[in-house]
């Protein structure tokens, strides 16, 4: 188990900073520990045609590592692709290799950061003339936006989360050396980062609960869909909270439920806005979205956990359930079809519930051919759902 920060080694930790800069910056910094592995977490649908993704990563500051959370944003101009940094171990240090955009993807450390960047290559799309088309196989596009797409299922190596946590390159980490295209690649001309990168890794290097010694390498905010945009964390605690079953129908379709008020209310905010949110509104948007960490929090320790068995019944439950949690990691379903399907399936479990109580505990054929139909409906309803122009909204 990777061991994380105390007090008494932060000063040594710190004087071996060669230069303490933010990680976006072009110069190299080292220090004596390695860096958390990379956290697990949902991609959120790219929000405007012509972004780009890049993925989440560890940074550092005298406290320790902090995550980056991944993010949209748009490249610095056209033709150009996202080389990630990456940590390096070598003569007993950690060293951090810079970030850079250029016409061609470049060495990452063999890192697998996941959607489209699984250790060597860019996978996420490709150039057209000035229009950038997204490989639906591994990157997730707002469809009702987003229009220039292709397939290229060829190149997965993971499609939704990161299966390889490894956040280093070297011993003890992963074993990966440029190849000549990707070597050539480092001498090409290169761009930094644009404004809105450094702005945003700033304000995750500013918040303390991104620090790996408050959140023990699970970041609260691991992806956004935009610089300053909406965060996604809430969603990826729900579906885990779902796929767990620590999560009940019941109390998914209220947390889905309160999601769906609150994105409604931030739109008709933004609409009478330009476009933006006043710093009030921020601010009671903010402490809702508080309210909503709590409720996942209590609900998912809470003694209500959803537990169906073995049996035919059970185990077509349990699937709808994994089904529901898929969608809503993956933004196909927004929080408000969400919240239906978890209403669905709460009153089918009631009823499952009364013909159980009713027979000793056991359905009969009639009632298991009725729950059948119903459990079909239900799955109807979710495929559509998870296959219509609604996303979760940013």
């Not at 991944?70 to 950690?94: E, I, K, M, Q």
């Not at 023990?216 to 935009?226: E, I, K, L, V, Y």
């Not at 669905?344 to 000793?360: C, F, P, S, V, Y």
Request: proline letters at 5%; aromatic letters at 10%; charged letters at 15%.
């Amino acid at each position: 188990m990777r061991k994380y920060l105390t007090p008494k080694i932060l000063l040594f930790l710190t004087m071996l900073c060669l230069i303490p800069v933010a990680s976006y910056a072009q110069v190299a910094i080292s220090v004596a520990i390695g860096p958390p592995a990379l956290p697990v977490y949902a991609q959120p649908p790219c929000p405007v045609e012509g972004y780009m993704w890049t993925p989440g990563y560890w940074g550092w500051r005298t406290e320790g590592y902090y995550w980056v959370p991944g993010v949209w944003v748009a490249p610095p101009r056209v033709g150009v692709f996202w080389t990630p940094g990456y940590w390096g171990f070598a003569g007993g240090l950690y060293g951090w290799h810079a970030v850079y955009w250029g016409p061609h993807g470049g060495f990452y450390g063999g890192i697998n950061y996941g959607f489209g960047y699984g250790g060597v290559g860019f996978f996420c799309g490709r150039w057209t003339g000035e229009r950038f088309l997204y490989n639906t196989a591994v990157v997730n596009v707002n469809r009702t936006v987003v229009r220039n797409v292709y397939v290229d299922r060829t190149v997965i190596n993971n499609t939704t989360v990161v299966n390889n946590h490894t956040s280093f390159n070297g011993e003890g980490g992963v074993s990966a050396r440029a190849s000549a295209s990707e070597q050539a690649a480092e001498h090409e001309n290169h761009f930094q980062s644009t404004s809105n990168q450094l702005s945003h890794e700033q304000t995750a290097r500013g918040d303390n609960n991104q620090l790996a010694s408050v959140n023990h390498g699970r970041p609260g905010n691991a992806a956004m869909d935009s610089v300053n945009g909406r965060r996604y964390n809430q969603q990826g605690r729900i579906a885990n909270g779902i796929s767990s079953g620590q999560m009940t129908a019941g109390e998914t379709k209220n947390i889905e439920g309160r999601e769906a008020g609150l994105n409604k209310e931030i739109h008709n905010d933004r609409a009478a806005n330009g476009g933006t949110l006043t710093p009030q509104e921020r601010g009671q948007v903010n402490q809702q979205q508080n309210n909503l960490s709590k409720s996942i929090y209590n609900d998912k320790h809470n003694a209500n956990t959803a537990s169906y068995g073995n049996n035919e019944v059970g185990a077509r439950r349990n699937l709808q359930q994994q089904r529901i949690a898929n969608g809503v990691a993956s933004g196909q379903m927004s929080p408000s079809e969400a919240s239906k399907a978890e209403n669905h399936e709460q009153k089918l479990n009631g009823h499952i519930a009364a013909d159980r109580a009713a027979n000793g505990g056991k359905l009969t054929p009639q009632e298991k051919r009725n729950i059948n139909g119903r459990q079909n409906n239900a799955s109807r309803q979710i495929y559509n759902e998870k296959h219509n122009e609604k996303t979760a909204p940013r």
